[in-house]
């Protein structure tokens, strides 16, 4: 009979399994660094267009002049803080737009990356605190992927700093480099994860979704819906077959994490798939795009490697190379105008501390930043994420943790009810020569459904905000938009109004039989534009 394993056995056999253990962990959460250096440039590029595109309202949701004065914000946000909220003054919040879209530039061609990750996290934190009442889910995503590229090697390849770091004599390390597996790699990833497996939970219960028809539902609903989605209304069973295989794609995300390599990439190219279809069925903002680009950091070595190959047979690797070349010609130029400024000369208490306690402090401080941080940031939106399905409960400590740094998870998104109600707002004015005039759109006053509910909404930010507004908690809002009515219409229009009266106009449809289900309108707020300013309802 063979002896019992002695404890040197027994050890050796425990450390092999936690090895392949960790090798495992670590094949699922690596990223490419090419990978990485593309998630750069496409958060980058998403946080210009997202402030291009919030510009075309700055007046309206960012200034003294709009919905929401520095006054009302001070009242009602007294616990947020925002650098947006330092001036009322459209000048100085289109002064930091441009701020926020240079260092989302500098963050696209990967100068200084680390620094200037962490300041357009900041920045973007700062304008979402300035008015919440016109956020999405988009806008969430964005915000905590770019929390978690604070801790990433962003600009190992492809950026200006690679191109620093070469001519320093640096970049052979890295270039040998292909991927790195870290908490914040694991972090990046999990985030898209939690977002599905939440609302997968929402979903789940929802009969409306579980049975096939809530798409059905959200196409009727057409203030959400533009280019094909005006379209697939009519094709219900069509819409059937999308929503179970949305649900089921939603219950299968854990292996967008347990896959690896080309089998991956399959599976993310599904979920890339229908966010893309979203994009061009449903206006929900930058929402969907910001979805694909989340999804750059689970495409691994073996995909890029294969992106390689096929760029050679294809004969653009010479073309690459060019556009590489000019790129660090570009860089190293204006690294070198850079260092031809003026600097100021070490102090010799500055080269006291260069020594070895002050690299010790840095070596410690270093791994606080790159793993301890983000190891506790990841378990409170775990626990974030499951408290919101009701699953566990959120510390109080942890909960103002999230809470300041905006991190709070929740992933709704049409569940577990899906939209079913058309929506417009009818904003009818009486001039001070007695004519009315619907002065949100500039129109003529009619409460008949319009052929395209969408049309009546400026932006999908727009129609988030009407919603927000009328939203039973949001009372004070009523007061803001129809003191902005007022306002905007007065400094427009030769005429002014003397006052305002916000409805909401509503239409609930059968997507399967076309009949209508209910309709009606009903007041939202009547407001005095002679009066003074109403904080309060």
């Known amino acids: 009979m063979a ?69 009302a914000f001070l009242s009602d946000y007294s616990t947020s803080h925002s650098l947006h909220a330092l001036s009322g003054e459209p000048w100085a919040v289109a002064l930091s737009f441009a701020v926020a879209g240079a260092f989302a530039l500098a963050l696209v061609v990967g100068y200084r990356t680390r620094l ?39 600009g190992a390849r492809w950026s200006v700093d690679a191109v620093r770091r070469a001519d ?179 102090s010799e208490r500055l080269g006291d501390l260069r020594g070895s306690d002050l690299a010790a402090g840095l070596a410690r401080g270093r791994v606080l930043f790159s793993t301890v941080l983000p190891y506790v940031f990841l378990v409170l939106i775990l626990l974030s994420s499951a408290a919101s399905v009701g699953y566990a409960e959120v510390p109080e400590p942890a909960d103002d943790a999230l809470d300041a740094a905006e991190m709070d998870q929740s992933w709704q998104m049409f569940a577990p009810d899906p939209i079913r109600t058309t929506r417009w707002y009818v904003a009818v004015g009486t001039l001070e020569d007695g004519t009315q005039r619907d002065v949100l759109r ?30 039973a908690d949001n009372e004070n809002h009523r007061s803001y938009l129809a003191n902005y009515l007022c306002g905007n219409w007065n400094r427009t229009h030769e005429t002014a109004v003397a006052n305002v009266t916000v409805y909401q106009a509503y239409e609930r449809t059968n997507p399967y039989n076309g009949s209508v289900q209910a309709a009606n309108e009903f007041e939202l707020i009547e407001y005095d534009c002679s009066g003074a300013f109403v904080q309060n309802e």
Request: hydrophobic share 55%.
């Open 3 to 71: 002896g019992n394993p002695s404890a040197s056995t027994v050890r050796s056999r425990l450390t092999a399994a936690v090895r392949r253990l960790a090798a495992a962990v670590a094949a699922r959460v690596s990223v490419d660094l090419r990978a990485l250096a593309a998630f750069r440039i496409g958060l980058g590029t998403l946080v210009i267009v997202d402030l291009l595109l919030r510009s075309r309202s700055l007046t309206a949701f960012y200034t003294d002049y709009g919905v929401l004065p520095l006054r």
């Open 168 to 346: 320093r004599g640096a970049g052979a390390e890295s270039a040998a480099t292909a991927s790195v597996a870290s908490v914040a790699t694991m972090a990046v990833l999990l985030q898209i994860l939690v977002m599905y497996l939440t609302n997968s939970v929402h979903k789940y219960a929802s009969e409306v979704w579980m049975s096939g028809e809530a798409v059905a539902y959200v196409m009727q609903a057409d203030q959400f819906t533009y280019l094909l989605g005006n379209y697939l209304a009519e094709f219900t069973g069509l819409l059937r077959v999308f929503t179970l295989l949305w649900v089921a794609l939603l219950f299968a995300s854990p292996l967008l994490l347990l896959l690896t390599g080309i089998p991956r990439a399959a599976l993310a190219s599904l979920f890339v798939g229908m966010h893309l279809g979203m994009a061009v069925t449903i206006r929900v903002g930058l929402f969907p795009i910001v979805v694909v680009v989340g999804y750059i950091p689970f495409l691994q070595t073996p995909v890029w490697d294969a992106i390689e190959r096929a760029a050679d047979r294809l004969n653009w690797s010479t073309a690459l190379a060019r556009w590489r070349a000019r790129f660090e010609s570009l860089a190293r130029t204006a690294l070198s105008a850079g260092a031809s400024l003026p600097r100021p000369a070490p």
């Open 442 to 471: 500039d129109a003529a006053v009619t409460f008949d459904r319009p052929a395209r509910a969408e049309t009546t909404y400026p932006t999908s930010r727009w129609r988030k905000y009407l919603k927000n507004v009328y939203g």
């Open 116 to 154: 200037v990750t962490l300041v357009s996290w900041v920045l973007l934190v700062s304008l979402h605190a300035r008015n919440p009442m016109v956020l999405n889910s988009g806008d969430t995503l964005l915000r905590m992927l770019l929390f978690w590229s604070v801790f990433l090697p962003l």
